[in-house]
């Protein structure tokens, strides 16, 4: 529908930080809690504008129609605020944090939308290798 309006499209990688280490040291639930809690953060900045979704695991897509004149760049700070918000008011000791990887499907690009989150992926996976491997907050 957006190539027919002549919008643009961003698909997204979402992928769960640092999964097995919350596992590890808090347990499966604390980990099964953190998935959860990752698909309503999702849901919540998708809002009904696009489409979120599990693939398995611990990693999302995100599809939504994009008007904004970046490279998805908007859009990861609007996840990563969510984010930093969700862990400021949590009451659990670690942090919940996910790294994204964006692709923006032009209007008039015939890319196929398995082929899009492939380029998502490969974006995803160069912000992989920013991340902190520190799950605990901060003791005050």
Do not use: C, W
Not at 31 to 58: H, M, P, Y
Not at 107 to 116: G, R, V
Not at 120 to 129: G, S
């Amino acid at each position: 529908n957006n190539r027919k309006d002549k919008k643009r499209t961003l698909v997204a990688y979402v992928d769960m930080n640092n999964l097995k280490i919350i596992n590890d040291k808090f347990g499966h639930d604390n980990g099964d809690f953190s998935i959860k809690a990752i698909s309503n953060i999702l849901t919540e900045v998708v809002e009904k504008k696009g489409i979120t979704g599990r693939l398995g695991g611990d990693e999302f897509a995100v599809i939504i129609p994009y008007s904004l004149d970046d490279d998805g760049e908007s859009f990861k700070k609007k996840v990563a605020d969510s984010f930093n918000e969700f862990n400021a008011t949590s009451e659990k000791p670690y942090m919940v944090n996910v790294s994204v990887g964006a692709y923006i499907l032009e209007s008039d690009n015939n890319l196929k939308l398995s082929e899009a989150l492939t380029f998502a992926d490969e974006n995803l996976y160069e912000e992989k290798k920013k991340r902190s491997k520190n799950v605990l907050k901060e003791q005050s």
